[in-house]
């Protein structure tokens, strides 16, 4: 299973990015797709997670600020960010957990996608 993730860059303050991670590979079916980051010295952190039923959960530092959501296929996780901040900036990781084609569950990590927010 692969991910790939774009969508990050350089963001003044108060501004907005769209972050997209798109799996493909041998998928039977995906259940949980997230988004994580580590900014330099800390440890990795969850920012956003949906199921697959749509359920959304948020980190208390970007609730209000930044929206998840995936595609109908299923296969696509995006991350709206809003309302910028310069503590925002980080190494953004989505994480997507599903069952294999050979009915084996997987978990992959994307290859992350620098944001950085200036003051």
């Known amino acids: 299973v692969q991910l790939q993730a774009s969508g990050g860059g350089l963001v003044q303050a108060g501004g907005s990015l769209r972050l997209s991670c798109a799996a493909s590979?041998?998928?039977?079916?995906?259940?949980?797709m997230a988004w994580y980051r580590q900014a330099p010295g800390m440890q990795r952190e969850r920012v956003a997670g949906?199921?697959?039923?749509?359920?959304?959960s948020y980190a208390d530092s970007v609730e209000g600020r930044f929206t998840i959501s995936r595609d109908n296929a299923k296969t696509t996780v995006y991350l709206q960010m809003n309302s910028l901040k310069p503590e925002d900036t980080a190494v953004y990781y989505c994480?997507?957990?599903?069952?294999?084609?050979?009915?084996?569950?997987?978990?992959?990590w994307g290859q992350g996608t620098l944001v950085t927010v200036s003051s």
């Open positions: 590979g041998s998928i039977r079916s995906i259940s949980d």
């Open positions: 949906i199921t697959s039923g749509g359920s959304t």
């Open positions: 994480n997507v957990n599903g069952i294999g084609i050979n009915w084996r569950p997987f978990r992959s």
